[in-house]
C-alpha cells in the first residue's frame, strides 16, 4: 500500500519514522502488505530530527499527491478545518483513495459531507487519532459497541485544560502562572484559546456523539464554556466540598429522545472514576444499555501516541478490515437538541466577589429566591491573598445551590452581576454528581 503523508509536523515525523524505521513489524501487523511511504509533503522541506527521509519523494503540493494515481491511500496530518487540509481530503476521495486523518476540526465541521462523500466513493475516510489520541474509542463505538444503545459519553478530551486544572490543584499557581509555565514546556500552545475556551474539546464531543447516537455530526449544537474563568482558589473551595473541577465533554440523550452535548468545566465527586484523570492524559466513560459503564483512559495527544491510532487506521485498511464509518446524515437514529442546556437541571457552585458589608448575603439570597432558586450551603471566606485576581475589599462567597432549572440559574446569575456589591459576574459551575 503506498501511502501519501501531508504534513511532517509533530504527528506527521513520528507516523514516518514509524512508516520507514518499522518496516518489517508493521507489514506483519498488516497481514504482508507492505506500507510504503511513497510521496510526503509539508510547508517546507527542512530537515526533521531523527527522520531520513531521502529515499521519500518531497512533492511540494499536496494535492499533487492526493491526485497521484501511484499512491493508494493519503494521510492527512496538516491540521485546521478548511484550506489546504480540506482540499487534499476531497481530492484524494475524489480520485478514489481512501485517507486517514487525525484532524478534529475538519471531522467536526466537514465530517458528515466527508463521510458521505467517502462511501459514494466506496472508500474509507478513517479517523481513530481524531479523538483523544491513542485511546481507541472510535473504535470501541463503532466496532465493540456496535450492539448497544449509548445513553451517555463523557470524556476528559482536552490535554491542555487538563493539565492546567490539574496543576492548579496542585498547588502550582494561578491560571496564568501555570498557563505560562504549560506554554513553556510544551503543553499549551502559543495561543491556547481552541483549548482553554472548550472549542478543542466541542470538536471531538462532536464526533464522539454523532457515532454514540447516530446523528449527523453537530458541531453547532454544543454548547461550550472553558476554564479561563476558573481559579486555583476555586479548586480549592471544590476540594474542600469533596469535588474536582474537570472540563468534561458529555453527550447525553435525555428522557425526551432528544442528545445534548456540552462542554464545561464542573465540579466532580472526588470519587469519580474520571476526577482521578490527571495532567495531559485523557480519558472516555461510556455508558450502554448491554455493556454497563466502559472507561477508557490513556494519552490523550503527542507524537508517538497519536501516530499509533493513525497506524492503526492504516493498518486496518491495508487488511480489509476497517468498515466504512456513517454518521447517519440520511436517516439519523437521534436528533440533537438544539439548545442543549434548555431544560438541564442541576446543582450549582457558585463564587461570587463581594465587598464585605451588612446586607450583601441577604441581597443575593433574595435574587436567589426570586428565581426559586434555593441555598443548600454556604461558605464566606476572608479576602483571599492573590489581590490582583481578588482586588482588595472584596471578598469570596461560595454558594452551593439545590437543583434547578439552567434557564432560572441563567437569570439569576445575569441579575446577580448587575448588583452594585458585586465585583465582577458571578462563577457559575455545575456539580455533576449524576454521572455515576
Ligand atoms: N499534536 C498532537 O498531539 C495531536 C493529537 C491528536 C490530533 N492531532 C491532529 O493532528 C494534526 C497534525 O497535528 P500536529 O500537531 O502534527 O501539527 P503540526 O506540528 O503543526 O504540523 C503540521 C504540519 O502540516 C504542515 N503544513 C501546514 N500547512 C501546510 C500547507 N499549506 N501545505 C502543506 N503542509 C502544510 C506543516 O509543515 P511545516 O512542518 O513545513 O511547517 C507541518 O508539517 C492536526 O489535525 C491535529 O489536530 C494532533
Same mark, same amino acid.
Given at each position: ?15 514516518? #519514522? ?24 509539508? #510547508? ?16 511540494? %503540493? ?56 467517502? !462511501? ?13 489520541? +491513542? ?22 478530551? $482536552? ?21 505560562? +509555565? ?8 502559543? %495561543? ?8 478543542? !474539546? ?17 458541531? !453547532? +449544537?454544543?454548547?461550550? !464554556? ?7 482558589? %476555586? ?46 492524559? $485523557? ?67 457558585? #463564587? ?80 455533576? %454528581?449524576?454521572? +455515576?
Amino acid at each position: 500500500m503506498r501511502v501519501g503523508l501531508i504534513g511532517l509536523g509533530t504527528v506527521g515525523a513520528a507516523l514516518a #519514522r514509524q512508516l520507514v524505521g518499522n518496516t518489517t513489524f508493521l507489514q506483519q501487523r498488516a497481514g504482508g502488505n507492505l506500507l510504503t511511504l511513497a510521496a510526503v509533503s509539508a #510547508r517546507s522541506q527542512k530537515p526533521r530530527p531523527g527522520l531520513d527521509l531521502t529515499s521519500v519523494p518531497f512533492v511540494a %503540493d499536496p494535492l499533487a499527491i492526493a491526485r497521484d494515481p501511484q499512491i493508494d491511500l493519503v494521510v492527512e496530518l496538516v491540521g485546521g478545518h478548511d484550506g489546504i487540509a480540506k482540499q487534499v481530503v476531497e481530492a484524494a476521495l475524489h480520485a478514489g483513495k481512501s485517507v486517514v486523518t487525525a484532524n478534529k476540526a475538519l471531522l467536526a465541521y466537514h465530517g458528515s459531507e466527508l463521510l458521505a462523500l467517502a !462511501s459514494k466513493q466506496g472508500k474509507i475516510l478513517a479517523f481513530e487519532a481524531a479523538v483523544a489520541g +491513542a485511546i481507541p474509542v472510535i473504535k470501541v463505538l463503532h466496532e465493540g459497541l456496535a450492539a448497544n444503545q449509548l445513553h451517555r459519553v463523557v470524556g476528559i478530551l $482536552n490535554g491542555t485544560c487538563n493539565y492546567l486544572l490539574t496543576q492548579m490543584q496542585a498547588g502550582a499557581g494561578s491560571f496564568d502562572h501555570v498557563l505560562a +509555565a504549560a506554554q513553556q514546556a510544551g503543553y499549551a500552545e502559543s %495561543d491556547p484559546s481552541t483549548d482553554i475556551d472548550g472549542h478543542d !474539546s466541542a470538536h471531538k464531543l462532536a464526533i464522539l456523539s454523532a457515532l454514540a447516537f447516530g446523528h449527523p455530526i453537530t458541531l !453547532s +449544537a454544543v454548547a461550550i !464554556s472553558g476554564i479561563r474563568a476558573v481559579t486555583a482558589q %476555586d479548586i480549592t473551595y471544590a476540594a474542600e466540598l469533596g469535588y474536582h473541577i474537570k472540563l468534561l465533554a458529555i453527550a447525553e440523550r435525555g428522557d425526551d429522545g432528544l442528545v445534548r452535548q456540552r462542554v464545561q468545566p464542573c465540579l466532580l465527586p472526588r470519587q469519580h472514576p474520571l476526577a482521578g484523570v490527571d495532567n495531559v492524559t $485523557n480519558a472516555v466513560q461510556l455508558k450502554a444499555n448491554l455493556a454497563g459503564q466502559i472507561l477508557l483512559e490513556g494519552p490523550g495527544a503527542g507524537g508517538d501516541a497519536t501516530a499509533s491510532a493513525v497506524l492503526a487506521d492504516l493498518v486496518d485498511i491495508a487488511v480489509g478490515r476497517c468498515q466504512p464509518i456513517s454518521v447517519a446524515s440520511t436517516h439519523p437514529s437521534a436528533v440533537v437538541a438544539d439548545n442543549p442546556l434548555e431544560k438541564l437541571v442541576g446543582r450549582c457552585y457558585w #463564587r461570587l466577589q463581594v465587598v464585605d458589608q451588612p446586607g450583601v448575603l441577604a441581597a443575593v439570597a433574595g435574587v436567589l429566591a426570586r428565581h426559586q432558586i434555593s441555598i443548600e450551603s454556604l461558605l464566606q471566606r476572608a479576602g483571599h491573598p492573590d489581590t490582583q485576581t481578588f482586588p482588595n475589599g472584596n471578598v469570596p462567597v461560595v454558594l452551593i445551590t439545590h437543583r434547578a432549572l439552567e434557564p432560572a440559574l441563567v437569570a439569576a446569575a445575569d441579575e446577580l452581576a448587575k448588583l452594585p456589591q458585586l465585583h465582577q459576574p458571578p462563577l457559575r459551575l455545575r456539580i455533576e %454528581d449524576g454521572l +455515576a
